[in-house]
């Protein structure tokens, strides 16, 4: 029996959002591609009970569920300095940088791999945070001793080589829509209680400076903007900053915005079906999980030119430049404005949405990791 050992632990993080959902799904869908003889395990920090449990319950199918005798913050720690308490041979896949990532030699030991995983480029163009500082480092780690490094796009794949030069072992792999986000069984039920208006755009984003939440603030806060309140869903506050300030910079009426910080799978398929358009702003992105989650609805996108959102989208959203960074508001402003009044372009955008996200799935995603270890 071969064994691929997945580190799940990304999957009991809350934030950033994406990381759990990826290292969730793309282990579902190892577990259920495995080819004949071959089994997925889990491995995890040390947990509590009820973290244990949840992971049992969201990831069944796996062989063991191995934990650590480290917590979270000691792990981290531990990996970024090539310290560890149980030795993993085999074949290692990290759903993130957090790998034993230490020197070996497959000539001699061929079934010994490590895989990891680099999601974006933002560590590089944010520095000052300790979770930036942490990913550079691992990534260094990673030119050195890692076997692949799976990213989600080739625009990742293009900045990567240029910040670090991995060569060949670079593998690019997408994510896709969770197979938990459905319509719940009565929809209007749940949006009157969400409270959702009629009309509305959809911003599904954290608070960090690349996410360009800021950014769409200004934009609607300026007269060219689409009357339209906006719907917020990610959590309220990054470091210092919080939502409230930000909406009070922007000189957008508070009561334009309805926050609604961290829902459910079912709500967010509410919330995505009803509204009139997704506006993904980022100033940096290196997938666009909502926006791939928009277009399984046919919901219309209004994106950021942002290399890694336009690869995505593949000419299925409104695409509107970064630059000038001084006219971006009014840019975005102009370009909601024209796409919630061309009923012609609302149309083209659904059903170019709905055909863009069956070209991201979960299962070829799996097929293609554990091909890339059979290559390895």
Not at 127 to 151: F, G
């Amino acid at each position: 029996m071969v064994t691929l050992r997945v580190i799940v632990d990304a999957a009991l993080e809350r934030s950033p959002r994406g990381l759990a959902r990826y290292t969730e799904e793309l282990t579902s869908a190892l577990i259920a591609t495995a080819p004949r003889n071959c089994d997925v395990e889990g491995i995890t920090a040390s947990a509590s009970e009820e973290e244990l449990a949840r992971l049992r319950v969201s990831l069944p199918g796996l062989s063991h569920l191995t934990e650590l005798n480290l917590g979270r913050r000691e792990l981290y720690a531990a990996w970024n300095r090539t310290i560890t308490t149980l030795p993993l041979h085999g074949m290692v896949h990290g759903t993130t940088l957090l790998a034993p990532l230490r020197s070996h030699d497959r000539g001699r030991s061929p079934g010994d791999q490590t895989v990891v995983t680099i999601h974006d480029t933002t560590a590089w163009r944010y520095p000052e945070s300790r979770r930036s500082r942490w990913v550079r480092h691992m990534a260094a780690r990673a030119k050195r001793h890692a076997d692949a490094i799976v990213v989600p796009t080739h625009a990742v794949a293009a900045e990567l080589e240029r910040l670090i030069g991995f060569g060949d072992r670079l593998r690019v792999i997408g994510g896709a829509v969770s197979s938990s986000l459905a319509l719940p069984s009565n929809p209007a039920e749940t949006a009157a209680r969400l409270g959702l208006p009629p009309e509305y755009l959809l911003s599904v984003s954290g608070m960090q400076p690349h996410k360009g939440l800021e950014v769409l603030l200004q934009a609607l806060a300026l007269p060219s903007a689409p009357d339209v309140p906006l719907v917020h869903v990610g959590p309220d506050r990054y470091a210092d900053a919080t939502l409230q300030e930000a909406i009070a910079r922007s000189g957008l009426p508070a009561e334009r915005v309805r926050h609604l910080g961290i829902v459910t799978d079912s709500e967010l398929a509410v919330v995505l079906d009803r509204a009139s358009a997704l506006v993904a702003p980022s100033l940096s992105e290196g997938f666009g999980l909502a926006m791939v989650e928009a277009f399984s609805f046919g919901t219309p996108v209004v994106s950021s030119d942002s290399p890694a959102l336009v690869e995505v989208a593949d000419g299925a959203a409104v695409v509107v430049p970064r630059e000038p960074a001084d006219r971006y508001p009014e840019r975005l402003a102009a370009a909601l404005s024209k796409t919630l009044s061309d009923t012609t372009l609302l149309a083209r955008l659904e059903v170019s949405g709905l055909d863009r996200a069956k070209a991201y799935s979960w299962r070829d995603s799996a097929e293609r990791v554990w091909q890339l270890h059979a290559d390895l």
